[in-house]
C-alpha cells in the first residue's frame, strides 16, 4: 500500500512538471507571436510614413541584391545620383514614393526616364 502512494506521488509530480513545462511554451510561443505582430505593424507604419512623404527612391535591383541605396526629395535629385552612378550600375531603379511607380532607371547606362502610366 505504502508503495502505491509513493508511485502515486511521483506521479502526480511528474504531471505537475509537465504541466509547468507546457506552460511555459505556451506563454513563450504567445510572446513570440505577440512581438512578431507588433514589429510587423511597426514595420508598416514606418512604411507608411516614408510613402506618405514622397520623394523619390533609388534602388539596386539584381539578381543578388534589392535594396534602397537613396531617398530624395526632388526628380531632379534622383536623377542627378541616377546619371552618376549608371555609367557603373545597369541595375538602378527610381520610384515614386506617393504612386510606388517606376520612374527611371539606369537601363544599361542610358539614364532612361519614363513617362505615362506602367
Known amino acids: ?7 502515486n506521488l511521483a506521479y502526480n509530480k511528474n504531471m505537475k512538471l509537465e504541466l509547468r513545462i507546457f506552460i511555459c511554451f ?3 510561443i504567445a510572446y513570440i507571436t505577440y512581438v512578431d505582430i507588433c514589429n510587423s505593424k511597426e514595420q508598416t507604419s514606418v512604411t507608411t510614413q516614408q510613402q506618405s512623404a514622397g520623394g523619390f527612391e533609388i534602388r539596386i535591383q539584381n539578381d543578388y541584391d534589392n535594396e534602397r541605396l537613396e531617398l530624395t526629395q526632388t526628380l531632379d535629385e534622383a536623377l542627378v545620383y541616377l546619371k552618376s552612378y549608371s555609367m557603373h550600375h545597369a ?8 504612386t510606388g511607380i517606376q520612374v527611371a532607371s539606369s537601363n544599361n547606362g542610358t539614364g532612361v526616364i519614363y513617362t505615362g502610366t506602367n
Do not use: E, G, H, R
Open 1 to 7: 500500500m505504502n508503495s502505491l502512494k509513493n508511485n
Open 91 to 98: 541595375d538602378l531603379f527610381v520610384y515614386d514614393l506617393a
Open 26 to 28: 505556451v506563454i513563450t
